[in-house]
């Protein structure tokens, strides 16, 4: 496709801008040779005498000090225009930015899908399907042999059992990675308990601080799973790159100076390996949490820096279910 120079509306290019003062001193040069030519000051002098009582001969000062003032307030109107181009070209820049960003995330977003659904189909594929043929293969061998001695069909049992238990961990894994069954029946302090010990399995060389201050008990269903999820991916974050020592999670809710509403705040810190801030370019997780809080109308923040630590804070306005 051919590109075509553009130009921001109103302002003008450089050939038009020496044209117009090409012409305004072609323009001064022509009246001035035809005012000393035809001696016009005169002749206008001559005819106005007649008039003296009016002081005409005076209005030459006027009419110069007029044209001061005029090119006084065209020289404000064109840097405020230009102020307000510049101002509108940012602005078109930082759009720019923001659809470019929201098209990277959206593709992320289905890339993450896809590869999701791709682990899921693998993971159900390969544990429940394999331990499933291992169950019934095991049923099977004890059903053709109904009068064989007790002794022998104990280990088939057995080992349709462990196979059981295990489908039943990873049937549970998943279900909580889908969606958090604790925080429908437990509520969000009990699911984030639940939460924290989970991944403290899972990172037992790291201590995991949770503290929790406040009411949480009435939030609404939206709130209340962005603040799991919120702690979940910065739980994920800590154990995926933050190669650090401890953890506090600290969600407590409070009432904000100035508001009538109440506010909860999420700080999610770690000892660990930090990042350069400056540039820094954060991931699809910590884009995804930072879209999250900005839908209900919070504030995100990044804290970090080389070898001290990884920090994130949010607040969010509290919304009570109705």
Known sequence: MPTFPQHSPGAPSGHSTRRDVLVIIVLAVTVGYLAGHYELNERIYAFTRQWEYLQLDEWPLVVFALALGLAWFSGRRYVLARAELLARRRAEEQLAEALAEN??????????????????ARELHDELGQYTNA??????????????????????????????????????DIVRRLRPAGLDELGLEAALEQCVNHWQQRMPDTAIALSLDGDFDNLGELITLTLYRLIQEGLTNASKHSGALRVDVLLKRQR???????????????????????????????????ERVQMLGGAFAVNTAPQLGFAIAVTLPARDST
Do not use: W
């Not at 098209?103 to 899921?120: F, T």
């Open 103 to 120: 098209r990277a995330l959206a593709q992320q977003h289905v890339l993450m899908h896809d590869a999701a659904q791709k682990h899921l």
């Open 135 to 172: 169950i019934k293969l095991d049923a099977v061998a004890i059903q053709r042999n109904p009068d064989c001695n007790c002794a022998l069909s104990v280990p088939g049992a057995t080992r349709i059992l462990e196979a059981v238990n295990h489908m039943h961990a990873v049937v549970s």
């Open 256 to 290: 904000k100076e100035g508001s009538d509403c109440d506010h909860i705040v999420l700080e999610i810190g770690d000892d660990g390996r930090g990042a350069d801030a400056q540039p820094y370019r954060p991931g699809f997780g910590l884009n995804s949490m930072r």
